[in-house]
């Protein structure tokens, strides 16, 4: 039996349609929160993000000497021993203060990624199994949108789709999941919220549907489209040798993520291919831990943009 949601979480990479994702979620009666953070230029339409939330995984990082935007991600041991102390204990009262009504909530911030080896036993501690979406995109439209908001370079960007990417599949791992595609949600929103519905477990409302893909959706939201990654039919990992040899290329981190891409993207009926429509499935599993020892492999990304004193003029902190 489909569990009901009650808590939903959004995951993914900075600029993959987390937002849309994020407000899909009021069609199907979420409520993201009182406080979000309002419209930028970067992102008019809004993030639809608490801001609370926001505000403590931005001190989570700090306080692990970590960014979002800057190399290598905060490292899971020291996120543990975090969440076994005062910021752990701040958090839980956080989670259970926006949990405590009986609607189904909705969180997201493209940090989660990065953060659920301390939001896990939090989540527990709180008696909370959420449902996980992780958002997905071309990491060459991620990377070109970074670099008009952000100045970042196509590899470093890429590196840390990586790095959100892989850190929301495992940091997700036996929580229900789905993977939701940004462009195809953009080119059958029907679909996708059809979809959505069956994975949470809750039913459409008519009027918000009607206002998210008439209203919300336009064809502006696609920040900066860059050329998509060739499908990948295998859906599967590099073979053992190309996987060693991913240093030798000149932009390793690029080129992994566009495999993985490959391999998660929708295919022309809008679902995940196998076998990453099972992300339980031990194929799924042995594809994201060869992934993951390519990335452990790999040099570090080449420095991105100096980390500014102000976020740029229109830009996302």
């Known amino acids: 039996m489909t569990q009901t949601a009650q808590l939903i979480l959004v995951l993914g990479m900075h600029r993959s349609g987390t937002s849309a994702w994020a407000r899909a979620l009021r069609v199907l009666g979420a409520d993201l929160g009182a406080r979000l953070l309002p419209p930028l230029p970067c992102n008019p339409k809004g993030f639809f993000e608490d801001a609370d939330v926001y505000a403590c995984n931005k001190e989570l990082l700090r306080l692990l000497g970590a960014s ?3 190399w290598p991600p905060p490292p899971a041991l020291e996120q543990r021993r975090l969440a076994g102390g005062e910021a ?3 958090a839980l009262a956080l989670l259970r203060e926006k949990c405590a009504a009986d609607a189904p909530v909705g969180l ?8 659920m080896p301390f939001w896990r036993p939090v989540l527990a501690a709180a008696g909370l ?17 970074l670099a008009r908001r952000d100045a970042l370079g196509a590899e470093h960007s890429q590196a840390l789709w990586v790095a959100h990417t892989l850190g929301a599949l495992t940091g997700s791992a036996g929580l229900p999941r789905m993977l939701a595609d940004y462009d195809a949600l953009l080119r059958a929103p029907q679909t996708a919220l059809e979809r959505l519905s069956l994975f949470l477990n809750r039913p459409v409302d008519a009027a918000e549907r009607a206002a998210f893909c008439n209203d919300f959706l ?10 998509d990654a060739p499908s990948d039919p295998e859906g599967a990992p590099a073979p053992e040798g190309q996987a060693q040899n991913a240093a030798a290329d000149p932009a390793p981190w690029g080129a992994l993520a566009r495999r993985i891409y490959a391999a998660l993207r929708s295919g022309p009926d809008n679902k995940p291919p196998a076998p990453f429509d099972d992300l339980e499935s031990p194929a799924c599993a042995r594809a994201l831990g060869a992934w993951l020892a390519t990335m452990r492999r790999l040099p570090p990304p080449p420095a991105g943009a100096p980390r500014p004193t102000a976020p740029p003029e229109g830009a996302r902190p």
Do not use: F, M, T
Request: aromatic share 2%.
């Open 108 to 115: 997201k911030d493209p940090r989660l990624s990065l953060l």
């Open 68 to 70: 979002w935007s800057h």
């Open 129 to 145: 199994r959420p449902h996980c979406l992780i958002c997905l995109r071309s990491p060459q439209s991620v990377a070109a949108s």
């Open 88 to 90: 752990g204990a701040a």
């Open 218 to 227: 336009d064809a502006a939201l696609c920040h900066h489209r860059g050329e």
